[in-house]
């Protein structure tokens, strides 16, 4: 694999959230999404910059021949409880590469750093890589379907 560098993400850094987005064809966005999401409107652009602060982390992995963020991870903590719902996403062109593996074990470190002992996602159904991603992240505690999603719910390891 190319080099590929991970960094966290400061609050309201919005230029690695749109070019992530742009990377990403409409099959992609409907995945992550759980849905159509043919552009982010600034409502959305404004939840997922909400970050770099204790409970609300993100992690970017960063092309390095271009410097152009191909990947995103974050992580928002319960308020009442030791586990948080993560997200992740990989720009088309670096799909099946290993870069989702980075993001999540990333975002599972900082979680656990912050004292976070479970992982909560929802994934569409269909995609087999990022349902596997989230399951390789520890012992999976529960999976109860949710519309066309499933929510997975892991113990870290």
């Given at each position: 694999m190319p080099t590929v560098a991970l960094r966290t993400l400061?609050?309201?850094?919005r230029e690695p959230v749109l070019e992530v987005f742009s990377g990403l064809s409409e099959r992609s966005r409907r995945l992550r999404f759980l849905g159509a999401k043919p552009r982010l409107r600034e409502q959305d652009v404004e939840a997922l910059v909400d970050v770099g602060r204790c409970g609300h982390e993100a992690v970017a992995a960063v092309d390095g021949r271009t410097g152009r963020a191909i990947g995103l991870a974050r992580f928002v903590r319960d308020s009442d409880a030791p586990e948080a719902e993560i997200a992740f996403e990989v720009v088309d062109e670096w799909?099946?590469?290993?870069?989702?593996?980075?993001?999540?074990?990333?975002?599972?470190?900082?979680?656990?750093?912050?004292?976070?002992?479970?992982?909560?996602?929802?994934?569409?159904?269909?995609?087999?890589?990022?349902?596997?991603?989230?399951?390789?992240?520890?012992?999976?505690?529960?999976?109860?379907?949710?519309?066309?999603?499933?929510?997975?719910?892991?113990?870290?390891?």
């Amino acid at each position: 694999m190319p080099t590929v560098a991970l960094r966290t993400l400061s609050y309201g850094e919005r230029e690695p959230v749109l070019e992530v987005f742009s990377g990403l064809s409409e099959r992609s966005r409907r995945l992550r999404f759980l849905g159509a999401k043919p552009r982010l409107r600034e409502q959305d652009v404004e939840a997922l910059v909400d970050v770099g602060r204790c409970g609300h982390e993100a992690v970017a992995a960063v092309d390095g021949r271009t410097g152009r963020a191909i990947g995103l991870a974050r992580f928002v903590r319960d308020s009442d409880a030791p586990e948080a719902e993560i997200a992740f996403e990989v720009v088309d062109e670096w799909q099946g590469r290993g870069v989702g593996r980075l993001l999540v074990e990333e975002v599972a470190r900082m979680a656990r750093e912050q004292g976070i002992l479970r992982l909560r996602a929802f994934v569409d159904r269909s995609n087999a890589p990022a349902l596997a991603l989230v399951r390789g992240l520890g012992d999976l505690v529960a999976q109860r379907p949710d519309g066309p999603a499933v929510e997975l719910v892991v113990r870290l390891a």
